[in-house]
């Protein structure tokens, strides 16, 4: 049975004291665009930049940057900063070694979400912070109950909590278009692997 991890999250929202704290991860700028003006307002937030799948190098700069941007420009209620992790594809293709024909959707993304998704659960623990989760979810060709079983898992390894999350219900995903053609945001045809960018291009 498919969780509303939407609704989880809003459950969640309304039992919330103060302003706690939450790491997380983002794959570019327009996915994160509508997560950080909703999550801004109840959460202080370090984005984590981490996606040594992104092909080329200099895509997964461009994308750094305009993440970059986006936080210096975006009004928010509450302090977001920036963490950028070195590019280290030699990761992700260590994570997927033997998927490399699966199409995309499948096996293979679900070992990038886990290495990106334990990448900041692994941050979030050892800097104190009190929620991890993904930018991910928002993306309606990303598996939001997969995420979520994954970020649940990995909550009990690094004793940190998962915010449960699906970002693109409630409009999120159309949000996001809104903010990325306002901010003038550079949004790619192609998940990030070299993988997915063969597949878009066919």
Not at 31 to 40: D, K, R
Not at 138 to 149: T, V
Request: charge should be neutral.
């Amino acid at each position: 049975m498919n969780i509303n991890y939407q609704k989880k999250l809003e459950e969640l929202i309304s039992t919330l004291t103060g302003t706690p704290t939450l790491l997380l991860h983002s794959c570019c700028a327009p996915c994160s665009s509508y997560c950080l003006e909703y999550l801004s307002r109840y959460f202080s937030i370090t984005v984590l930049y981490y996606n040594p799948n992104i092909s080329p190098k200099e895509e997964f700069q461009k994308r750094a940057e305009e993440q970059r941007r986006l936080i210096s420009q975006l009004p928010v209620k509450n302090p977001v900063s920036l963490v950028v992790e070195e590019y280290d594809p030699g990761e992700f293709y260590t994570a997927v070694k033997g998927l490399e024909h699966i199409k995309e959707g499948g096996e293979r993304c679900f070992k990038c979400y886990r290495l990106r998704l334990e990448r900041a659960a692994k941050y979030a623990a050892e800097h104190g912070f009190d929620y991890f989760c993904s930018t991910l979810s928002i993306s309606p060709l990303k598996n939001a109950q997969k995420l979520g079983e994954i970020g649940a898992e990995l909550s009990e390894i690094y004793s940190v909590e998962y915010l449960p999350s699906d970002f693109k219900k409630r409009g999120g995903y159309l949000r996001s278009i809104e903010l990325s053609k306002e901010y003038d945001l550079y949004r790619q045809n192609y998940c990030g692997c070299e993988f997915s960018k063969k597949e878009a291009a066919e």
